[in-house]
């Protein structure tokens, strides 16, 4: 699965994909800086699911009506870097096929994919 991953994304998250075989972008070591809105139009145009921990593309998306072609919205605060990575890692795994086309919140205890368009 392609994903491009904002900088707010722990870097072990990155690093743990790449591992499971995924192919991973990361704003942190392409352009870091890069505007929300920007991250975003790079994303649709990759074909890329994008993996953030920023709520804000939740407003480009679901207020201003921006498409995107997938979003995985990490909000795994408190835990350490490498157990988010495991977190993600086993979202991804189980729910891969639905990912896509998806705005998804990952939490601690859950999962919550909502169909985009």
Do not use: C, W
């Amino acid at each position: 699965m392609n994903f491009l991953a904002d900088e707010s994304v722990d870097r072990q998250i990155v690093a743990r994909l790449r591992r499971d075989g995924h192919a991973v972008r990361y704003i942190a070591e392409m352009a870091p800086g890069m505007s929300d809105d920007r991250v975003l139009h790079l994303a649709n145009q990759e074909t890329s699911l994008l993996v953030t921990a920023d709520k804000d593309f939740g407003e480009l998306v679901y207020r201003q009506g921006r498409p995107a072609r997938g979003i995985l919205l990490v909000r795994l605060a408190g835990l350490p870097p490498e157990r988010k990575a495991e977190v993600v890692a086993s979202a991804v795994s189980q729910h891969q096929a639905e990912l896509p086309g998806a705005f998804a919140v990952l939490a601690p205890r859950s999962l919550r994919i909502r169909r985009l368009g």
